[in-house]
């Protein structure tokens, strides 16, 4: 089975989606799973995990309905208060949710440098394994040393990194992204996603091999057990369309095997979110 394992859905509000910018015209408008399903059959991808855009209660019950509807929708990255005090009531009222796979934060827009290492978020996170959840963490590349520290208090925890830990493809700057992911690699319960890589390039000039350094670094760190293909779709949107997004990936990637290429294209996302079919 292959499956993309970062995509997204909304219904435009323009009071709500604030962080689409005069630039990101492509986005304002609604993204909804018959808008990517013929995408996903186009490209041989059989389904997909949507994560979620806005931090909202509302906006995981959005997809779980989503979910509901949709087969190919395979799981569901919600949101959910992890500093509330009553965050395992949460998690207790959600667990009855099979497609409910895990949950995220958009740590990269949070002004504390220190907000995943704070008392009342850690605790949160402490309770996921519990329940079987797993964390997707959304960091810029500058976020990453606190990222190291984050994950060391948790190392029973699966986490996944999304969008490589956003490298500067575009100012090509990698110094401190290739230190701070070597670092996180050596943890065997974080995982990587191969997303998000088009927004992080020349929007308009980019070219297949400005990405082959970055996806070449985090496969020799994580290893073919530990990367997942995610598209990003619709934010690709602004520099590339879904097609575009899996060639990036398929013609840069080395030699692997037959075997190799179903992990990283389906397998390990199935494994890492507990996707049985």
Not at 39 to 64: P, R
Not at 163 to 175: D, F, L, R, V
Request: hydrophobic content about 40%; overall charge negative.
């Amino acid at each position: 089975m292959r499956i993309d394992a970062h995509q997204h859905f909304w219904r435009f509000d323009p009071v709500r989606d604030t962080w689409m910018t005069n630039e990101m015209d492509v986005l304002k408008r609604d993204y909804l799973p018959e808008d990517i399903y013929p995408l996903l059959q186009e490209n041989n991808i059989d389904g997909c995990v949507a994560v979620q855009a806005d931090q909202t209660l509302a906006e995981t019950e959005f997809l779980l309905d989503l979910a509901d509807k949709n087969e190919f929708i395979k799981g569901v990255v919600g949101w959910v208060d992890l500093r509330s005090d009553t965050i395992e009531e949460e998690l207790e009222k959600y667990s009855a949710n099979k497609k409910l796979k895990g949950f995220r934060h958009i740590v990269q827009s949070e002004a504390d440098e220190n907000f995943l290492l704070q008392d009342d978020f850690c605790h949160g996170i402490s309770l996921l394994q519990k329940y079987g959840y797993t964390y997707d963490i959304l960091v810029y590349s500058h976020q990453l040393e606190k990222v190291i520290d984050f994950i060391e208090k948790f190392p029973e925890q699966p986490f996944v990194l999304d969008h490589m830990g956003k490298p500067e493809i575009m100012n090509k700057k990698s110094w401190d992204w290739e230190n701070y992911l070597k670092e996180i690699a050596l943890h065997q319960n974080v995982y990587c996603k191969i997303s998000g890589l088009v927004t992080e390039a020349d929007l308009k000039e980019w070219k297949l091999s400005d990405f082959k350094p970055y996806i070449d670094f985090v496969l020799e760190k994580f290893g073919v057990e530990r990367i997942m293909f995610g598209s990003d779709w619709p934010v690709c949107l602004l520099g590339s369309d879904y097609a575009d997004v899996c060639a990036i990936l398929e013609k840069n990637l080395p030699d692997l095997t037959a075997e190799e290429k179903s992990k990283l294209w389906g397998g390990n996302a199935a494994t890492f979110y507990n996707i049985s079919s």
